[in-house]
Antibody, heavy 121, light 114 residues
Framework: EVQLVESGGGLVQPGGSLRLSCSAS????????MHWVRRAPGKGLEYVSG????????YYADLVKGRFSISRDNSKNTIYLQMSSLRGEDTAVYYC??????????????WGQGTLVTVSS | DIVMTQSPDSLAVSLGERATINCKSS????????????LAWYQQKPGQPPKLLIY???TRGSGVPDRFSGSGSGTDFTLTISSLQAEDVAVYYC??????????FGQGTKLEIE
């Protein structure tokens, strides 16, 4: 069974940093692109960042570009989202999702349970 | 970026009746070389992560009941639930995955029982 388990969320002050992790199992992790998607309270789903299977290509939504950094360690079956200069509007549940190919351009399935990031003083 | 717009924002349907949700993209998500529409639908129930329902605009995901169907092409798409069940209460999102990211989502449609 494919499983994605996020961790690292919590309460952080504005301007602070946090690193999210997503541990994957049940599939050949190094063969698939991975992404982060978030859902702010009372809002809809928002695409955040993506990384190809070999880590050679990354993408960031404009709202997080320059502040967030995605990476992966294929030896540990884990992706990371390093978040810095956090703002109140970054408060959300962050989901790790699996792509269907090693590059982009496919649907997201499955989704992890999500980890809550709260940015507040 | 491709903008996805869903209608309506919320919908109340009686049990056993048909529910229809529309999704419009700001540019075509039909890839001419393979004649596939790069469009997916997801269902999110309260307290749960989103679940894939439909991909390639009309292919049901694994284990998805056949009362869920997707249709449309180019820029206009529809998710139909043929006979609403109580467990279908959720927020539904369309998403385009055409080309390179960002793979944008519609704003969501909240489906309730009338």
């Amino acid at each position: 069974e494919v499983q994605l388990v996020e961790s690292g969320g919590g309460l952080v002050q504005p301007g602070g940093s946090l690193r999210l992790s997503c541990s994957a199992s049940g599939f050949t992790f190094s063969s698939y692109a991975m992404h982060w998607v978030r859902r702010a309270p009372g809002k809809g789903l928002e695409y955040v960042s993506g990384i190809t299977s070999n880590g050679g290509s990354t993408y960031y939504a404009d709202l997080v570009k320059g502040r967030f950094s995605i990476s992966r360690d294929n030896s540990k079956n884990t992706i990371y989202l390093q978040m810095s200069s956090l703002r109140g509007e970054d408060t959300a549940v962050y989901y790790c999702v699996k792509d269907q190919t090693g590059t982009y351009s496919r649907w997201f399935d499955p989704w992890g349970q999500g980890t809550l990031v709260t940015v507040s003083s | 970026d491709i903008v996805m717009t869903q209608s309506p924002d919320s919908l109340a349907v009686s049990l056993g009746e048909r529910a229809t949700i529309n999704c419009k993209s700001s540019q075509s998500v039909l890839y001419s070389s393979n004649n596939k529409n790069y469009l997916a639908w997801y269902q999110q129930k309260p307290g749960q992560p989103p679940k894939l329902l439909i991909y390639w605009a009309s292919t049901r995901g694994s284990g998805v009941p056949d009362r869920f169907s997707g249709s449309g092409s180019g820029t206009d798409f529809t998710l139909t639930i043929s006979s609403l069940q109580a467990e279908d209460v959720a927020v539904y999102y369309c998403q385009q995955y055409y080309g390179t990211p960002p793979y944008t989502f519609g704003q969501g449609t909240k489906l309730e029982i009338e």
